[in-house]
């Protein structure tokens, strides 16, 4: 049975329609939203990892997939970034941040996220490890994921595969090498 409705039976039609509007311009900013966080999600060109305030892998997009070899439920809530990073590269970081900030800073995964989670820019070059074992060079961005109380709950490592330029650095030098050498 449907409802009959009249115009003297809505005391304000503007407001119903405006209502809907905003509703119909907010899931649809929410539709645009998810679809962007999907495209960043499911991007293959960049790992994208996230992880809780103590550094448990908890997203593991198709990127990360794809460039080190595990598939995201061999590593979600059972291993850190610093797990899958060359464990040599993560003493040596710890090292020259705690020198260079005057601060001791445990190796592992703090020595990852030490200057992002002071609100510190990091972007910096690791080797990443494979899961068949094999490395490769990274570049890698490190953001705090903060709270509206401003606590850090977790962090984003954006991550690119830095094989290519390395190869063509070192053609370069042995370019420059050769030219020397002729000339």
């Known amino acids: 049975m449907s409802e009959e409705i009249s115009a003297s039976s809505i005391s304000n039609p503007t407001v119903g329609t405006t209502e809907g509007v905003i509703e119909f311009k907010r899931q649809k900013a929410l539709l645009k939203t998810g679809a962007l966080q999907n495209a960043i999600?499911?991007?293959?060109?960049?790992?994208?990892?996230?992880?809780?305030?103590?550094?448990?892998?908890?997203?593991?997009?198709?990127?990360?997939?794809?460039m080190l070899g595990y598939a995201a439920a061999d590593v979600m809530n059972k291993i850190t970034p610093a797990d899958i990073s060359d464990p040599e590269e993560v003493v040596a970081r710890a090292e020259a941040l705690s020198a260079e900030l005057d601060t001791p800073i445990t190796p592992?995964?703090?020595?990852?996220?030490f200057k992002a989670s002071r609100g510190i820019e990091d972007i910096y070059e690791l080797t990443y490890i494979r899961k068949d074992g094999s490395r490769f060079p990274a570049v890698v961005s490190v953001t705090a994921l903060r709270d509206a109380q401003n606590e850090i709950i977790g962090y984003l490592l954006i991550g690119t595969d830095n094989t290519a330029?390395?190869?063509?650095?070192?053609?370069l030098l042995k370019a420059g090498a050769l030219q020397k050498a002729i000339f």
């Open 41 to 66: 999600l499911n991007s293959a060109n960049f790992s994208s990892i996230a992880t809780d305030e103590k550094g448990v892998i908890q997203i593991f997009n198709v990127g990360a997939e794809r």
């Open 108 to 113: 592992g995964f703090e020595a990852l996220v």
């Open 165 to 171: 330029r390395k190869q063509a650095e070192e053609a």
